[in-house]
């Protein structure tokens, strides 16, 4: 898919709970050629503070109204701007950007782990998933009951599991002390998002389980296309762009601790 | 439409609108979002001899109205340019710039005679103010011995047009400039980036990997604008100008204080297409403004 | 309420927060938006032996996240001084610091000695870094030999705090700092404005009646950070950092850089109540994060 | 009255014409303390372009709710953003700042002149000239029929004089081919406020009337309460501050040339 830079109507921002919002964009383009995992780059009008633009995953894609949807975290002046937008607005954005996870073959099985706001992408790559006709398992962790949200949604595609790390809901503790992990369930591959430690904690669990395993990464960016080469991580091949190597990345593939 | 051409010693642009390089990848990064050949030229990443792989992750800052870099010029040096960039690049239809960096005097003419050859290479930019490499880069630029003295030797081996690329960290660029030029520059490129320092208050860290990075963006652009205006009075070679452009009206304000055409760098981040908007409002301006030729608004201040 | 107490030679200071010269007017101008007494020190607007005009309108003009400016040392001269402003500030329960400027060397020294018999006044901050007059100013501050002359000739007509402030329009700013140490300075404080400029582009004019001006605000913060974390590991006597500093977050990464003290300048144009805020930021801050004295904080970067 | 700066809620913000706006305030202090001729400083949030306040004269104040009003002409960003602003949210204002207008004595006759969004402070000198039993006259001046605002509101104290530079309303010309420069009509006072070139013209036209005039500069600011040294014009006394030895200013301690 070409990439584009346009102003995109907003035709939704729905509050999800105390810092998670849903700010769904009309697209111009077809929506169905997006990839899971690839994500857009935002600009934040109205914040004098931001001055790059923002990188976030497509969470998910509508390929009747021809719409997609962003989930915001509010961690900082730019997501909070993002968060004030408005149906009706434009907002500026970049996209599609990244590679995207591997897709299941049919009758797979895979387990996508989303820690915080991690999940973003997860909603996507369920989707087509499902519609690929794997089985889906998808494990969502954070830190507290009210911290969680979308459950409803992710149940529409597959087996929701659930930690907390305060225990009010699901099991307590991190994704990884989830039972998925105990052995008992095996899968073709695991695909990953969330907090780096997170991520190399599944890492580990997948490499003792033998399972391929796929990491989403955030590195901070500057341009989101592959120019700046201010987002690299160190590969098995050298320092790579997150941007547009990533930010999707085979574990084996990268030069982590594990 | 203006006649918005200009030159800057043997090269012909179009328009005066280039890329900074760094900035612009290798071009084709930006095929999908703007025409490459309708800009006057694009110089092509900071190369050197052998493959780089650049500093440490983080290498990047937000800082008020810029961002701080510490790429460290990351590159798989000269062979793998000429065997896989050199073939697409030399496809466009604009001006193609190598940007020649080198640790040693010797690098830098070891590289420099590589790109010599390369036919559709019409001129190289001598960076000699990479703020983020340990060394070479910065040294030589902020030294005006030092600067004389590389320019004079990549002279001898390059028969191109030679501009050389000045750092903005120094008490008199002007100074350097006429050095350069004293030596055989054709023209002159300012400024690269600024040194600076970004720190995460709560952690008590350096933000980069580098602890300092190269300070770029609209934040530079009224120190640049002055070192322009210095550096333009100071020599007789076409300056060019850069250095937080963001918008037609900065290229312009670049170019009525003496820069023969301009560089856009950090900008290309934000907006991808921005430089064919500044091409655009730079016709405009002229039309608006009844000028024939771009070359009447070259060093226009009137003061 | 943590310790914020430092110390700048035998200035005691409640906290390290101080005004920049210039910005501030002599204090009382802020009287009605804060308690002046709750600040570590004033720096008043620089003072000259005589009466000075000052430049030409226009003196200003806004720049991303920052401005220049190019006033130029307007001020009534000592004598207005001594008779006008002194007898106010002194009620003052806080340091208050005269900015002291010349044109010549014997000017420098005439006011250094006028100053000196001020009993209320704690120390003076030599600014041999004004980039706005056509003499004396930035020059002395550009050249080592000049800064350090300088510095040796004031030092001996001076009993108190000599505080030097350093320009940052130079390729090594903290062979500056460690020749003015040599030369008796008690402290340097940096850094006083980037040289800068703005033009008109529909009028082809400067902007400022002066053509260039010095920048100051956000925009200068990361290259200030650097300066001042260089000088800090040059000298051993206190670094007082400035430059872009808005928030109690940039003034806790200059301590961290290395700096005892701040001076808060632009950003009280913008928010005349941001001192305070910055003193609270900072007290919060140390609360926060378990630290006794602020004086932990000074330099605490982690590498 | 003490100098402040306090976030203000916006109570109304009415769009007069295609660039001007009307933007209500509710004070914390008694509005009944400001003075004809002061301004205030605004903060422009949201406006990555706009660093430093914007300086606006106050155009009247209502002591029964007291509120005042700001009258804003969009020119660039920070006052375009200015202009957006709706009923409820705040505005962070320095204030009040400037000296003001010299107010005229029980039965003194006084001309008020006007130009663009130089009509701004003279709403409020009217009130407060009315109010003091003073006969105003006002005279505005506009490009066009379309860029004349608040007449019936001028009209509520005092007689008022228009001209437009194409004559599409009142008298064709400038401010000062207006009749009341005539020579027929005697004035105790003028006070001007307007783009430069008019304030100047009409002080020439107040020399030849021998008549006392005041102007209120607009020259740029960074600060508005005279640290910063910016601001200034030159006297007869030498360089003064427009924020605080001004905005207003007699005519004959200008260094003008007229
Ligand atoms: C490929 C990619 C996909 C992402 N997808 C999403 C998503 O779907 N939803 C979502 O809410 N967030 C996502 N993020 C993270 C998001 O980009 C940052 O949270 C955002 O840029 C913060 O901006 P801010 O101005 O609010 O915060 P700032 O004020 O800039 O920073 C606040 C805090 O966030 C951290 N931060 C800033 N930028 C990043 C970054 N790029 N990555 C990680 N941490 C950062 C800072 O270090 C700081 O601690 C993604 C990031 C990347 C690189
Ligand atoms: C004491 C005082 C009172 C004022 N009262 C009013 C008022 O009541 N209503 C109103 O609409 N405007 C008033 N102004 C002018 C107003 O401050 C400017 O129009 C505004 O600052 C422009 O901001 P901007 O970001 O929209 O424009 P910018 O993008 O900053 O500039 C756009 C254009 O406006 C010019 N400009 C910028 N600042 C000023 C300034 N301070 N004075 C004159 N021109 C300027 C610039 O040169 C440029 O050509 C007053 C100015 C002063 C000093
Ligand atoms: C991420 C990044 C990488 C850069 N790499 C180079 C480089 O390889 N060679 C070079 O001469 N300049 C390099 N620069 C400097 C730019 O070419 C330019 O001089 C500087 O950024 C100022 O212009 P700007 O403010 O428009 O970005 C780089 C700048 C950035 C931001
Ligand atoms: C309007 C203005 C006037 C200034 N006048 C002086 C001065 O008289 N003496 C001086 O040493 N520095 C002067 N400065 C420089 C400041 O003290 C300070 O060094 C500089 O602005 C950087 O800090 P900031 O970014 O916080 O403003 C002035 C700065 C401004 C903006
Ligand atoms: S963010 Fe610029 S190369 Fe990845
Ligand atoms: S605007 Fe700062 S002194 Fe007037």
Not at chain 1, 138 to 163: M, N, W
Not at chain 1, 192 to 216: D, F
Not at chain 1, 234 to 246: I, P, Y
Request: glycine share 8%; net charge negative; hydrophobic share 40%.
């Amino acid at each position: 898919m070409k990439k584009e830079v346009s102003d995109l109507l907003v035709t939704g921002n729905r509050k999800l709970n105390h810092d998670n919002f849903l700010i769904e964009l009309k697209a111009a383009t077809q929506v169905a050629e997006m990839h899971p995992g690839q994500f857009v780059n935002v600009k934040v009008d109205n914040s004098p503070d931001t001055y790059l633009r923002r990188p976030l995953s497509i969470h998910d894609i509508n390929e009747s109204s021809n719409t997609f949807s962003l989930l915001v975290k509010v961690v900082g002046e730019g997501t909070k701007q993002l968060s004030l937008i408005k149906e009706g607005e434009t907002l500026n954005v970049v996209f599609p950007l990244g590679n995207g996870f591997k897709i299941p073959a049919k009758d797979e099985k895979i387990l996508l782990v989303g820690g915080g706001v991690g999940i973003a992408p997860m909603m996507h790559m369920a989707r087509e998933s499902v519609k690929n006709g794997a089985e889906v398992h998808i494990l969502l962790g954070a830190r507290s009951k009210i911290d969680h949200i979308l459950l409803d949604e992710f149940k529409d595609f597959g087996y929701v599991h659930i930690t907390t790390d305060d225990g009010t809901l699901g099991t307590k503790g991190f994704v990884v002390d989830h039972a998925v992990f105990s052995g008992k369930e095996t899968f073709n591959r695991i695909h990953c998002c969330g907090p780096e430690p997170m991520m190399k904690a599944v890492a580990r669990m997948a490499k003792r389980m033998n399972t391929e395993c796929e990491v989403s990464l955030e590195n901070m960016m500057a341009c989101g296309f592959g120019v700046c080469l201010c987002c690299v991580t160190k590969t098995t091949e050298g320092n790579k762009c997150v941007c547009t190597e990533g930010p999707v990345f085979n574990i084996n593939d990268l030069e982590w601790q594990i | 439409m203006a006649n918005l051409e200009v030159k800057i010693h043997d090269l012909v642009l179009k328009n005066p609108v280039m890329t900074a390089s760094g900035t612009f990848g290798n071009g084709y990064e930006f095929d999908d979002f703007i025409d490459v050949n309708s800009l006057g030229g694009i110089l092509l990443k900071g190369t050197t001899l052998y493959h780089r792989e650049g500093n440490d992750y983080p290498r990047m800052a937000e800082t008020p109205s810029g961002m701080l870099n510490a790429v460290g010029l990351q590159n798989k040096g000269i062979d793998y340019f000429c065997e896989h960039i050199y073939p697409k690049v030399k496809e466009y239809n604009t001006n193609i710039i190598v940007n020649v960096n080198g640790s040693t005097i010797e690098e830098y003419i070891a590289l420099t005679e590589r790109v010599n050859e390369l036919e559709y290479i019409a001129a190289i930019e001598l960076n000699i103010s990479c703020p983020n490499v340990k060394q070479g880069g910065m040294a030589f630029g902020t030294s005006c011995p030092m600067a004389e003295q590389v320019t004079k030797e990549v002279r001898k081996v390059y028969d191109k047009t030679l501009i050389v690329k000045l750092s903005p960290n120094v008490t008199n660029i002007a100074e350097i400039a006429k050095g350069v030029e004293s030596q055989g520059a054709n023209a002159v490129s300012l400024v690269n980036t600024f040194l600076g320092m970004a720190v995460n208050a709560e952690t008590r860290k350096p933000v980069l990997s580098t602890i300092t990075g190269g300070l770029s963006g609209p934040a530079i652009k009224p120190i640049a604008l002055r070192m322009v205006w210095q550096v333009a009075q100071a020599v007789q070679i076409p300056v060019i100008g850069m250095g937080g452009i963001a918008s037609a009206t900065d290229a312009i304000e670049f170019m009525i204080a003496g820069a023969s055409a301009v560089q856009i760098g950090t900008t290309n981040f934000v907006d991808p297409q921005v430089t064919t908007k500044i091409v655009d409002g730079i016709n405009n301006y002229c039309e608006r403004h009844n000028f024939k030729s771009i070359n009447q608004l070259i060093g226009s201040l009137q003061l």
